[in-house]
């Protein structure tokens, strides 16, 4: 089975600092994305990565970065947190260089900003 | 401008009994469907997928029915079990295009 795991459940941050989000597939996928959920809007793509080094901006990019050194690690960066960034964030991958595949989801790492 | 939504975002069935939940997309050139199924503290999980060459589709318990004309998706479990209590929502892709809109879900009760 395909395995997303995600370095944090819960995470309570202050305005102003930076954080890190990060996720791990074990299914050697080449796609990986970075979703935050928020109730009544779905998922909303911030950033993806469809090979190592590579990053595209998806719908909602400003106030986040990402990094991908390895294959199979995604790591999703807030550089100053603000309280409009709380949310649930989800890492997904996918095994071809397309969207249309299926996305394996993580369990996702709900976040506070204070 | 493109959107998947949901009918209902609520849904309350007898165990035991069929649920029916109902996805609209705006998209007609979208060609790929997804429906994935979110339990509380989880993340989404793949249910079952369509493409757009066919109108019905059927796994373990689910089935998913893509209308085209009205561009309508739903997926219906049979059955229903504790266990399928969720949020429930759909997806969808162009297979030309390089995006999967998601819908915002349908929040699944099961009665015992």
């Known amino acids: 089975d395909v395995k997303v795991t995600q370095s944090s459940r819960y995470l309570v941050k202050r305005t102003g600092e930076k954080v890190f989000l990060e996720c791990v597939q074990d299914?050697?996928?080449?796609?990986m994305f970075w979703y935050r959920q928020d109730p009544g809007l779905g998922l909303r793509l911030i950033y993806f990565?469809?090979?190592?080094?590579?990053?595209e901006k998806g719908d909602i990019p400003e106030g986040y970065s990402v990094s991908r050194e390895k294959k199979e690690r995604f790591s999703l960066i807030l550089e100053s947190a603000s309280t409009n960034q709380t949310s649930m964030y989800l890492c997904?991958?996918?095994?071809?260089?397309?969207?249309?595949?299926?996305?394996?989801f993580g369990p996702g790492t709900r976040l506070l900003v204070l | 401008g493109e959107s998947v939504g949901l009918h209902l975002p609520t849904l309350s069935v007898q165990e035991g009994d069929n649920s029916i939940i109902n996805c609209a997309y705006s998209?007609?050139?979208?060609?790929?469907f997804i429906w994935y199924k979110q339990e509380s503290g989880k993340g989404p999980q793949f249910i079952i997928d369509?493409?757009?060459?066919?109108d019905k589709r059927q796994g373990q318990r689910v089935t998913v029915l893509l209308n085209k004309t009205v561009k309508h998706l739903s997926l219906q479990i049979a059955a229903t079990q504790p266990g399928d209590s969720a949020v429930y929502f759909c997806?969808?892709?162009?297979?030309?295009?390089?995006?999967?809109?998601f819908g915002a879900g349908t929040r699944l009760f099961v009665k015992a």
């Open positions: 997806a969808e892709a162009n297979t030309g295009g390089f995006k999967t809109i």
């Open positions: 997904a991958s996918s095994v071809e260089k397309g969207f249309w595949e299926t996305q394996y």
């Open positions: 299914m050697d996928h080449e796609n």
């Open positions: 369509i493409r757009s060459n066919m």
């Open positions: 998209n007609s050139a979208s060609d790929y």
């Open positions: 990565s469809y090979d190592v080094k590579m990053k």
